[in-house]
């Protein structure tokens, strides 16, 4: 490796980030004027089924499942390589430019929710599910979210991204991270040894939002070969966690909401109704490829 020599002040002279270069930018805001689409249901996501974006398809399709018809709501896809995010209107949903936002329609004034675990919050506290209302439950519930939110970007940012994206493979990131991932990994592992869900006995948000990452990466769905290379078959905890949630219907139909890439019978471009399931998106199905399961995280 070139040894790197730092100048006194940083400038943008060139494209980074390997295949993301294109949408790799050291500025926020708009780059085009582009409304976005309003179905007709109460809840309005523009999304794409990263693991993040997942989160909270998932968390939709639960509430169905549990009978609140209040929760029905509209998909629609951010085709983050294509550089929607930057589009005015998302923009103005979520002024970071990331996956997923959601807007509320239920009330006389539209409220717009983003950071995925922002909306598992919103939605649980709006439909009193999957988050205790208050004690020691709901702080070790919130607790696990938020080791989510501040470790997943190790997983995907730092070993996803030298792993699978980086333009050339270089030794120290990819130690460094895999080192992080597997520590990661050993802690959720002695967690579900005592525990049957990450939060304790109920099936929560914590496990929505962290399912999608490290059960991804467990059941071999995220980073092609990462879960030989990290060995995730000898967290046997973890590896029971990741498959008990991965035989929940609503996590079935959740991970395929906006996923536009891989096996085409795993699609669903758009979600506007449960029978779109059986009815799923045809058009412009692309050649399998898994990336894109994982792109928005690890930029």
Do not use: C
């Amino acid at each position: 490796m070139t040894e790197y020599v730092l100048p006194k002040v940083w400038t943008w002279e060139q494209p980074s980030g390997g295949q993301f270069a294109s949408i790799n930018r050291p500025i926020a805001g708009p780059t085009h004027d582009r409304n976005l689409p309003v179905g007709k249901h109460p809840f309005q996501l523009y999304s794409l089924a990263t693991p993040n974006g997942q989160k909270v398809s998932i968390m939709f399709e639960e509430l169905l499942e549990k009978g609140h018809k209040d929760a029905e709501y509209d998909a629609w896809p951010i085709r983050i390589g294509e550089g929607d995010q930057f589009g005015s209107g998302f923009v103005a949903v979520n002024p970071n430019s990331k996956i997923p936002a959601l807007v509320d329609r239920s009330g006389s004034q539209p409220v717009r929710v983003f950071e995925s675990g922002a909306i598992l919050v919103y939605l649980a506290e709006k439909f009193g599910e999957f988050l205790p209302p208050s004690g020691a439950e709901r702080a070790e519930t919130l607790s696990w979210l938020f080791w989510q939110m501040g470790s997943a970007p190790f997983l995907g940012g730092g070993f996803g991204h030298f792993f699978a994206y980086a333009p050339e493979k270089f030794e120290y990131p990819i130690n460094r991270y895999s080192m992080e991932a597997k520590r990661q990994f050993d802690v959720l592992n002695r967690r579900l040894a005592e525990s049957e869900y990450i939060a304790g006995a109920d099936y929560s948000i914590a496990d929505i939002a962290i399912w999608p990452w490290y059960g991804g990466v467990a059941l071999g769905r995220s980073y092609p070969g990462a879960d030989e290379f990290l060995a995730t078959s000898e967290y046997e905890h973890l590896m029971r966690w990741a498959k008990q949630i991965d035989a929940r219907p609503a996590v079935q139909r959740g991970r395929k909401v906006n996923k536009l890439t891989g096996d085409p019978s795993e699609q669903l471009h758009e979600r506007h109704d449960a029978s779109d399931f059986a009815l799923r998106t045809q058009d412009k199905l692309q050649p399998a490829d898994e990336s894109e399961a994982v792109k928005d995280d690890a930029i």
